[in-house]
Every structure is written in structure tokens, then in C-alpha cells.
């Protein structure tokens, strides 16, 4: 069976309450995604260089182009305009109960997108003789989203500010886990009081290593 792109809409930061979905008449033949970071250069001293230095990594874009047609070529649909209104009413109209658009989750295969919809152009091409429209062309675009939970446990969760455990594989020494966690070697000292290490090169793989956070 032929599993349509799916457009599911919601009225909650935690996409649990549903409002309303949307199953598009056409699959897309392709669809885009873009990632992008934002960075900030600095220029170097008594160089012509600069160096790049991360600030954040921005949100996700999903690109869809799909097709509503109502010539006949396809069954199920014979209103092109008031398709269009309904894809609306998912994804763009305005929700009164959260002050803005609906938070959204596009399904289609593995694909599983949890977004808003950023842009929407709409190219009519095929008409009646009455002006009515037959077949519509949309290009759309949905950036992604994160809940403020989400988002943070992303952003946290190589953090030196929260509690770790590791387990010791072979070639592990305390300097390099406690590099890779705080991002400075200098605190094996303490980490191996903490965890009753004698040594802190020739650690024994498999034991755990308790990495508490930074200033406790």
C-alpha cells in the first residue's frame, strides 16, 4: 500500500495534543534538507588571516515541493482551492489558543520532521474556463523544532556541568577521559581520589569512572 507524506499538526510545545492533519494527494518526487551553522571570524594578529569560531548550529530546513490536482488524473480530490484551504488550516493559519501556528510533525517513510512552516508559495496551473483552479504546485519550506527541553538536553549533554560515567576501554588513561569531558586534563588528580585510583594511566578496561560536574 502507498503511504502518503503526512503533515500533523498540534497545539502543544510536546506535540501531544492533536489539531488536525494532512495527507498530501501526491508524494513529492524529492525533498531537500539543509543544515547550516552560524560562525563568527576573528582576525589574527599581524596576519591577513582570520579564524572561525562556532556559535550555534541554526535549525534544520525541510524543502517539499507536491502537487493537488483535481483534473480527474488522480481520484479523491475535486477541489483544488478548498484542498489548499485545509493544508492552510494544518500548517499556517493562526491557532488563537498558543497566539500562533500550529507545531507540526511531517511522517513519510523514516522520515519523521518536527517543525513549523517557514514559507509557502503556491503556483496555479491548470484552470477551467471559469478561472477555477485544477492543479496547484507547492513549494514549501519547514524549519525545524525543538521543544526548550530538547534543546537544552542537546546543548547539555557533553556538558562538564552535569554528572558522567565512563567505561574504561583499553588505552584509556585519566588525562584523556578527563580531557574529553571537562576539556582539561589538569583535574585527574581529583578525579582519581573521587574513584579510589591508585594509577591513572593503566586504567582497567570495563570499570566505570565516576566524573562528577565541574566545582562540586
Keep these: 500500500m502507498l503511504e502518503k507524506l503526512t503533515i500533523v499538526g498540534y497545539s502543544d510545545e510536546k506535540l501531544t495534543s492533536k489539531v488536525g492533519q494532512f495527507k498530501v494527494q501526491i508524494n513529492p518526487e524529492t525533498y531537500k534538507q539543509q543544515y547550516s551553522t552560524q560562525m563568527t571570524c576573528s582576525p589574527t594578529v599581524n596576519t591577513a588571516a582570520v579564524t572561525n569560531k562556532f556559535v550555534v548550529q541554526n535549525p534544520q530546513d525541510l524543502s517539499l515541493e507536491f502537487y493537488l490536482d483535481a483534473t480527474g488524473v488522480v481520484p479523491g480530490m475535486t477541489d483544488v482551492a478548498g484542498e489548499i484551504e485545509r493544508f492552510q488550516s494544518v500548517v499556517y493559519s493562526y491557532n488563537g489558543n498558543i497566539h500562533s501556528q500550529n507545531y507540526l ?3 513519510w517513510g ?10 509557502m508559495d503556491i503556483e496555479y496551473l491548470l484552470f477551467t474556463p471559469a478561472g477555477v483552479p485544477l492543479r496547484a504546485k507547492l513549494n514549501t519550506t519547514f524549519s525545524q523544532y525543538s521543544s526548550p527541553e530538547k534543546a537544552e538536553l542537546a546543548a547539555r549533554k557533553n556538558s562538564p556541568d552535569l554528572t558522567h560515567r565512563r567505561t574504561v576501554v583499553a ?7 578527563c580531557f574529553h ?5 589538569k583535574y585527574y ?6 574513584n579510589g585510583l591508585n594509577h591513572f594511566r593503566n586504567l582497567e578496561p570495563g570499570r566505570q569512572i565516576f566524573f562528577p560536574p565541574l566545582g562540586d
Design 110 to 119: 523514516k522520515l519523521i520532521f518536527d517543525c513549523r512552516l517557514e514559507s
Design 189 to 194: 588528580v581529583e578525579i582519581a581520589r573521587i
Design 105 to 107: 510533525r511531517i511522517l
Design 181 to 185: 569531558i571537562y576539556k582539561n586534563s
Design 171 to 177: 588505552g584509556d588513561t585519566l588525562p584523556l577521559l
